[in-house]
Every structure is written in structure tokens, then in C-alpha cells.
């Protein structure tokens, strides 16, 4: 079967947008960057064919896009520097003991997930938002499986450490109405 | 340096689906019989269910682009356009020597708008009701710039003009001035201007005299934008497609703006 190019396109846009505002917080931007990199996807003469390769060419066109751009404004980002000042993190993390299940949803962890550093943002967008393997994260970033396995706990540590830290507090339900 | 996983991260790897078959079967076995680490489990899966959830994905284009020779014809239009415009501004400059009441007040209202931005969504046809003529105003909605302020802009000699100011997402800002009244030193065609940091263009169309004014954009961006804004501006219409395609063009080719 052929391969379709703007459907695979189209099947990615949602998580290209997704990990966009996850590297850059900024919904206008992300939205920028994730047309920039559509448009360059659908207008370039060799694409890779495999959809896996595919995808993972797109997400590597959008954080080129994306580098280029903090270049551009004198805004450079270390993504690489996510662990600098948690090493002391890795290994012995865990969810913090007041950390409540109820207190999870998009809201709370999209809120918490800003606080973190770039670094670990981008982790997140790749695996829990846009859905990559230890493996692809790892092709893309150019770093160790391991690496990846270690980021990623670190990054959600710090993400269950901000969920806590909110002061967002879901309304409670209402039963018996509809709004 | 021990090269095994801690448990958070081999807890982290089985909840992601990562681990060997035999250490998954491990860490699930003690994740059965310690509650503890249940709860850390259910916590992981609940957090990455949360960010799967991508809330507000906008609609984006993904038409497939025009055939080359199309996009080859509308860059050497663009460029043909924005070289014209270029090569007119030395002429300007040796026939506009003084700068006119009307533009030291442009530029001074170019900064003044600024302070006056506004989250609430403007429209154009709110503008032009409370202007009190009939000036044209550019939707630029296809070169990413957004309606953001608009002001009264008196200009001695004019009866009453409007000033408005529109926001890009890369730092840009671009001020587009209209004033009824003939004279102020505008003739029918485009002409570049600069004055106080800021460049741009101005035109005349019959009594109304215009204005379009930035600081730090790409040259050749705002080139285009005027050379559309003039065009429209004459017919007094909204830009058609091509003129929207070669809006979002020059946008998408210009840096972002350094002011």
C-alpha cells in the first residue's frame, strides 16, 4: 500500500502540537512551530517512507524549528540540561506521600508541567504526550537508551513534586446535574 | 556506577511498557503484593493518561503546495514587487527631505498603541464605525498579525484620522495610519518613508492618505505587506488569495522582528 504522506501528516499533528507547547509553553508558538514543520513535511521532496521513520523525522524537523526560533529571538534553550541540579533525584524518586490520584487531570498536570525545565518538559512531550519509546526518544536525542529511562523518572518525579505543589484543586462533582 | 535501574525507574519503564518480559513479570509481581508501590504505579499511569490528553489542538493546513512552477512565478512576484517598492525609496527619499506634522505624529502614536494593547478581540468593522470616514482597513490576518489597538490619530489639517496597531507572534508590530484630507505631501503611488527608527510606506487613495509603519521587521516582509495593503487599498476590497498566499509567504520567509 502506498504511502500516504498528508495522512501521516494529519495522524501526527495533534502530538507534533502537543510536544511543541511542550518544549516552548506557549500555545501561539507551538501552533507556529507545528504548522512550520507540517508545511516543510508536506512540501519536501524526500521524506522517509517507513511510518516510524517518518514521524520521527517530523518531530526532529520541529525541534530544529524550534532551536532556530530561540536562536532567532536571543532565547536559547539548554533542552540537553535537564539534570544538572537533580541528580540526587535519580534512583531514590518517588510520588510524594500527599500526592492523590484525584488531584490528577489535564489541568493540574499541564499547570505543573510548565514549572519544570526545559530539558524534562521535552521529555514528557516525547513519551507521555507524544507517545515515543525509550528507543525513539533516544534516536532523536541522540542519547543512550538509558539515558532516556533515567530522564523520564527524574521528569515525572519533578512533575508529581509540582502536581503537589498546586493550588489547583478540581471542583468537586455534582450529582444528579448536568451543566 | 551500577548500571541497574533503581525501582522508581524500573517502576517507571514497566508502566511505559519498556522492561524485558521477565523483568516486567518481576516488577508486576511486587507491584500485586506492596501496596505502596501499587499507589506509585497507579500514580505514574494516571499522570501520563492526563498528558496523553491534548486539550485544544488547532486545525492546521496540510494542502499539499502548488505545483513549482506556481510558487516559482508568485516569489518573482513577490520579489518583483518588494524590489520595486526598494528601488522607489531612494526616489522618495530625494523628493521628502522635511518630515510632515502627520508623520512625526505616526511615529509617535506607533508607540504610544503599544501601551494600549488589548486582549479583547478587534474588529474591523468596529474600527471603521467610530472612525467617521470611510478608510480602508487590511484584515493581515494572513501574515500572522493580529488587530491589537486602534486609537483616534488627529493630524493638523485633517478632519479626524484612525490609527491602528497589529501584533504578530515573533515580536512584531506594524502601525497603519488613515487621514481624510489632500496634500500632506502624499501622492497615489507607494512611497517608502523613515522617520524616528521606524520604516514603512505611504500612498494616497483619492481624500484618504495612509500610512503603514514598523521597527526591525524584514525588509522584504514589509515590503510585501505594503505593496498588498496599497493594492487593496485602492480597490477597496479584501486581499484575494493570491494576495493572502504571498502574505503567508514573506511571513514564512522573514525572520522574526528585532525591535
Redesign the interface.
Known amino acids: 500500500m502506498a504511502f500516504d504522506r498528508r495522512q501521516a501528516v494529519q495522524n501526527h499533528a495533534a502530538q507534533l502540537y502537543g510536544y511543541a507547547v511542550s518544549l516552548c509553553s506557549d500555545p501561539t508558538l507551538a501552533e507556529d512551530l507545528a504548522q512550520e514543520t507540517i508545511t516543510k513535511a508536506i512540501a519536501a521532496r524526500r521524506i522517509p517512507h517507513d511510518k516510524a521513520a517518518f514521524r520521527a523525522w517530523m518531530f526532529r524537523i520541529l525541534r530544529n524549528t524550534f532551536i532556530d526560533h530561540t536562536r532567532r529571538t536571543g532565547r536559547l534553550v539548554a533542552l540537553d540540561a535537564d539534570d544538572t541540579d537533580d541528580r540526587a533525584d535519580s534512583g531514590t524518586g518517588d510520588v510524594p506521600d500527599n500526592y492523590e490520584d484525584g488531584l490528577v487531570n489535564a489541568l493540574t498536570v499541564r499547570f505543573a508541567l510548565e514549572k519544570l525545565k526545559p530539558g524534562q518538559r521535552e521529555i514528557i512531550g516525547l513519551i507521555d504526550i507524544a507517545g515515543f519509546s525509550y528507543a525513539e526518544a533516544a534516536a532523536l536525542l541522540e542519547v543512550p537508551d538509558g539515558t532516556i529511562m533515567s530522564r523520564i523518572s527524574r521528569a515525572r518525579k519533578n512533575l508529581a513534586d509540582a502536581i503537589v505543589d498546586t493550588n489547583i484543586v478540581p471542583m468537586p462533582r455534582r450529582m444528579g446535574r448536568s451543566l | 556506577m551500577s ?1 541497574r ?2 525501582d ?2 524500573a ?3 514497566y508502566v ?1 511498557g ?1 522492561l524485558e518480559p521477565g523483568r516486567a513479570a518481576d516488577v508486576a509481581e511486587r507491584v500485586a503484593g506492596d501496596p505502596a508501590m501499587a ?2 504505579a ?3 499511569t ?3 493518561a ?9 486545525v ?6 502548488a505545483p513549482k512552477s506556481t510558487r516559482q512565478r508568485r516569489w518573482l512576484a513577490i520579489a518583483a514587487s518588494a524590489a520595486f517598492i526598494l528601488a522607489a525609496s531612494a526616489f522618495w527619499a530625494t523628493q521628502f527631505p522635511a518630515t510632515p506634522s502627520w508623520l512625526t505624529a505616526a511615529a509617535t502614536v506607533h508607540n504610544s498603541l503599544a501601551a494600549q494593547q488589548t486582549d479583547a478581540p478587534l474588529y474591523a468593522e468596529q474600527v471603521a464605525a467610530i472612525a467617521g470616514f470611510q478608510p480602508y482597513i487590511p484584515d493581515l490576518v494572513a501574515a ?1 498579525l493580529s488587530l491589537a489597538a486602534a486609537a483616534p490619530f488627529p493630524v493638523s489639517g485633517s478632519a479626524g484620522g484612525l490609527a491602528l496597531q497589529y501584533t504578530g ?3 512584531c508590530r506594524v502601525t497603519y495610519v488613515a487621514f481624510p484630507g489632500e496634500g500632506f505631501a502624499l501622492d497615489e503611488s507607494l512611497a517608502r518613508i523613515e522617520t524616528g527608527g521606524l520604516t514603512g510606506y505611504g500612498w494616497r487613495v483619492g481624500a484618504i492618505g495612509y500610512a503603514l509603519l514598523a521597527q526591525g521587521m524584514d525588509p522584504n516582509r514589509l515590503a510585501v505587506i505594503a505593496a498588498n495593503v496599497y493594492a487593496a487599498s485602492r480597490l477597496h476590497r479584501p486581499f484575494d488569495d493570491a494576495a493572502r498566499a504571498q502574505l503567508a509567504q514573506s511571513r ?1 520567509e522573514s ?2 522582528c528585532t525591535a
Open positions: 548500571s535501574p533503581s522508581w525507574e517502576l517507571n519503564a511505559d519498556e499507589r506509585q497507579a500514580a505514574l494516571g499522570m501520563k492526563a498528558l496523553a490528553d491534548i486539550p485544544d489542538v488547532p492546521f493546513d496540510i494542502a499539499p503546495p500572522k507572534t515573533r515580536g514564512a525572520r522574526a
